[in-house]
């Protein structure tokens, strides 16, 4: 599906997890990890993984900003120590490299920070030689997930494929030169994108509530480990 102007598609970020699924169908029962990118990205990628029945882990990637609470970016980091960086702006912007570092830096610190709160001590899902899908609620400028995909590549997945259930038209270009697959459910082409604007119900989620979500998957996982196989 293709968009030419800006429309509410989804009900909300589970919606939206509930149409990608079916957009990714074909994974169910292949060797496959989920992988999301929080915080909006936690809620889409636990509809996927429930319904393709598939290992849940994440990464934790961040915009560098320019200001704080701007839409603007200078790139992005990732817990691996990743960073990509929007030479375009950082020229544009004219930060000396000892500036790029500090907020570097900061971001680097806000990362580790969510490290800690989300992972504990469980140790990350194994990827090499599975097929990697990342997940966001959405792509507006791409390069959150570009540096996610860098990072993940050296964990050597069999392939890389980026799911989200809304994109712009330049962040699809964007991840398609890094990434093997990018699936989408819709794309949008009008000048100024917002994600929100596809969603009827968007909030901000905090880390409170990634934690949740989380200790939700973990407690479900939990619980059908244990459950005893039905007769026949």
Not at 74 to 80: N, Q
């Amino acid at each position: 599906m293709y968009s030419s102007r800006q429309q509410a598609i989804f009900e909300n970020r589970h919606d939206a997890g509930r149409q990608l699924a079916e957009a990714l169908s074909e994974y169910r029962g292949q060797s496959a990890v989920i992988l999301a990118i929080p915080n909006g990205g936690v809620p889409v990628a636990l509809e996927v993984a429930s319904a393709l029945e598939t290992d849940l882990d994440f990464i934790i990637c961040r915009k560098i900003p320019i200001i704080v609470g701007s839409g603007g970016s200078l790139g992005a980091a990732v817990d691996d120590g990743t960073v990509i960086l929007n030479e375009e702006v950082v020229k544009k912007v004219g930060f000396s490299r000892q500036q790029l570092e500090y907020e570097i830096g900061k971001v680097r610190a806000e990362i580790k920070q969510r490290s800690l709160l989300y992972k504990r001590d469980r140790p990350p899902v194994r990827v090499t030689g599975k097929i990697a899908i990342l997940i966001d609620d959405g792509l507006a400028t791409g390069f959150t997930m570009v540096a996610a995909v860098e990072s993940l590549r050296q964990r050597h997945p069999k392939e890389i494929v980026v799911a989200v259930p809304v994109a712009s038209a330049m962040a699809v270009k964007r991840v398609e030169k890094v990434a093997d697959r990018v699936v989408t459910c819709t794309t949008g082409f009008m000048p100024e994108f917002y994600l929100s604007d596809f969603y009827r119900y968007w909030n901000d989620l905090s880390d409170d509530d990634v934690v949740r979500y989380l200790n939700q998957w973990r407690i479900r996982q939990f619980r059908l480990n244990i459950e005893p196989p039905q007769n026949c």
